[in-house]
């Protein structure tokens, strides 16, 4: 930011209009309120949009299962595990992976991986800009990839794809890189409500992981689009939840309550040992010496071997996760469950493969919480615990902690069941496993940690921005360096040159008619400048200096008086009296600004004396 106190070495935005010897604020075209409008109305089309791509991923998953599993052409959904192929079923998959590392290679890379890590990037360092043919691609390639067995879901696909929906929206219409944002994050609600019919855990999830704000600029436009959504869902699908518990869940509160203690930490330490797995293999397989091409094919032939022996593991499993909510499997087959599916999506999705990470998590995760159950029933039996409650809470808990989206996955396993019973034991444990995933894992998390790879930070916590809770009053310098108009820029070059106090800690001077008001501003550039012009110093400071002046006011927040810096590249504002914009009342520079973020570092890291010593 240049030294110009009310100039910016001559050139202004032509967005900055100044009238009455005061620079306007940069305004939108339309007011704030249309917009919001406009944009309610883009997200209920995308939402609408999004709820029949995901039916139309729906189906297209159906056919390509049916085709390469039952050789018939239907376009019901239904799971690979009942298939009749025997060792046929190995090379399966690999077809698949050929396929999509293929379209990876010459269509476009952006296929690759869950679909979410893509999105927040996009946001992060592309300002919301997706490729159309991500659009198309990536819901394709998920297809085939699930429907040649890939135990992945369609929930990370769809997340994407709606996510690209929204980015191409904004890109043909004429937004900002917020607007376009928000309608990148409408797409993804939608996308996840779309697909599980959840659309309040549409909603945070967008929030928790691609939006980082809470705005209403935000969240209406959200929640039209994930309503929207949804009553697609239900039209094309039904209105049941995804997944059909037939059996009421016995959550045991409060007595099973030191059980879901124990749980949460288990369910931690899982979320980082399986990030950290999945990381890991991805590691391995940039070391193989074969083209990138081939690697979901390798993948691919390692989940069909696991696919021969546990059949389960292969597709989305939506049916094999309900059995385990409804506590229909033995606790042997549970603990295989957990383990194969856990090792078929990590060789799968660490070769570079598409498809989602949800329900594959989802289904590893509840068979982990069943035998848990399983096993202090068996040690224990007086604490009668409910395998499908606590396969249920371990669901949500892990899969919460390994994203660090907690919040939407406490509400995403209520929606399933929508059974308030469950929201005590999800709320503990799932904060519990949050906890320990950030202590083990403090930079990352299963989202982030390839962004992480790249030189990316993504900050997902959220805070209210102290620029817009002080108020300028309380922060500016009372002891405002003015000078006279008529002053020659000769005189106060000497004044300068001889370190006089009064000119010499601001780089910034307010220049005062002989009524004591405000004319002008001149900073140490403007003196410069007006020297190599006139060596002599001849012109005074008000004719050197600038005459339009930008200013704030002492009952303005330091977040708009900061972005009336930015916007007109200034370093400094004078605080004038609201009824007499000449009356000046104080001075506010950078270090005004600085003082409210040094603020919140006190109040953070300065620990005052307590009532008990040593404390």
Request: hydrophobic residues 50%.
């Amino acid at each position: 930011m240049p030294e110009g106190g009310g100039s910016n070495g001559g050139s202004r935005p032509a967005s900055i209009a100044a009238t009455g010897g005061q620079v306007g604020d940069v305004r939108m075209a339309e007011p704030a309120q249309f917009r919001m409008v406009l944009m309610s109305f883009l997200a209920a089309g995308i939402g609408l949009l999004a709820g029949l791509i995901a039916f139309v991923l729906y189906k297209l998953i159906g056919l390509f299962t049916n085709i390469f599993f039952y050789h018939r052409f239907a376009a019901d959904f239904i799971s690979a595990r009942h298939n009749q192929l025997g060792l046929w079923v190995i090379p399966v998959p690999v077809i698949g992976g050929i396929i999509v590392g293929f379209m990876a290679k010459y269509g476009t890379s952006k296929i690759k991986g869950h679909g979410i890590p893509e999105a927040m990037e996009a946001v992060m360092v592309n300002r919301s800009r997706i490729e159309p043919r991500v659009a198309i691609l990536k819901p394709l390639s998920a297809a085939i990839a699930i429907g040649t067995g890939g135990p992945f879901g369609a929930e990370g696909p769809i997340i994407q794809t709606g996510g690209a929906v929204g980015s191409l929206v904004g890109q043909v219409l004429h937004t900002t890189a917020s607007e376009r944002k928000v309608l990148l994050a409408c797409g993804a609600a939608a996308g996840m409500s779309a697909t599980f019919n959840t659309p309040i855990a549409g909603v945070i999830l967008a929030i928790e992981l691609l939006l980082f704000e809470f705005k209403a600029r935000s969240f209406i436009p959200l929640v039209i689009a994930s309503t929207l959504a949804t009553a697609v869902h239900m039209q094309l699908l039904g209105a049941g939840p995804m997944f059909k518990v037939t059996t009421a869940m016995d959550f045991g509160i409060p007595r099973a309550l030191p059980f879901y203690l124990l749980l949460g930490l288990v369910c931690g330490l899982a979320a980082v040992g399986f990030s950290k797995l999945l990381y890991w293999t991805e590691d391995q397989f940039e070391k193989l010496p074969v083209d990138e091409l081939w690697w979901p094919a390798i993948g691919a032939l390692g989940l069909g071997i696991i696919g021969y022996f546990m059949p389960r593991v292969l597709g989305v499993g939506y049916d094999t996760i309900g059995d385990i909510l409804n506590a229909n499997l033995a606790w042997k087959l549970l603990l295989v469950v957990m383990v194969a599916k856990a090792v078929a999506l990590v060789i799968s999705l660490g070769s570079g493969t598409s498809g989602g990470l949800l329900a594959p998590m989802f289904m590893s995760s509840a068979a982990m919480g069943g035998v848990f159950a399983m096993g202090v029933d068996r040690i224990l039996p007086v604490a009668n615990l409910s395998p499908g409650a606590f396969a249920l809470v371990a669901m949500g808990a892990v899969f919460g902690a390994a994203s660090r989206a907690t919040f939407s996955f406490i509400i995403f396993a209520f929606e399933i069941t929508r059974d308030y019973n469950s929201v005590l034991p999800l709320m503990l444990v799932s904060v519990i496993a949050d906890g320990i995933a950030m202590w083990l894992m403090p930079r990352a998390s299963i989202m982030t940690e390839k962004l992480r790879r790249r030189g990316l930070h993504i900050h997902q916590e959220y805070e209210a921005d102290v620029l817009q809770q002080v108020r300028v009053s309380e922060t500016m310098d009372p002891d405002v360096p003015t000078l006279p108009a008529e002053l020659k820029v000769s005189e106060l070059s000497d004044r300068i040159a001889l370190r006089d106090a009064s000119v010499c800690r601001h780089q910034g001077m307010l220049i005062m008619d002989s009524e004591g008001k405000l004319a002008g501003v001149i900073t140490r550039g403007d003196v410069m400048r007006a020297l190599d012009e006139d060596p002599s110093g001849a012109l005074s400071v008000l004719d050197a200096g600038t005459r339009e002046v930008v200013v704030t006011y002492p009952d303005e927040m330091l977040h708009d008086a900061s972005a009336k810096m930015l916007r007109n590249n200034i370093g400094r504002l004078p605080v004038v009296d609201r009824r007499d914009s000449r009356k000046v009342v104080g001075y506010l520079g950078r270090p005004g600004i600085m003082a409210a973020r040094l603020r919140r570092l006190d109040e953070e890291h300065v620990r005052e004396p307590g009532w008990i010593k040593g404390f």
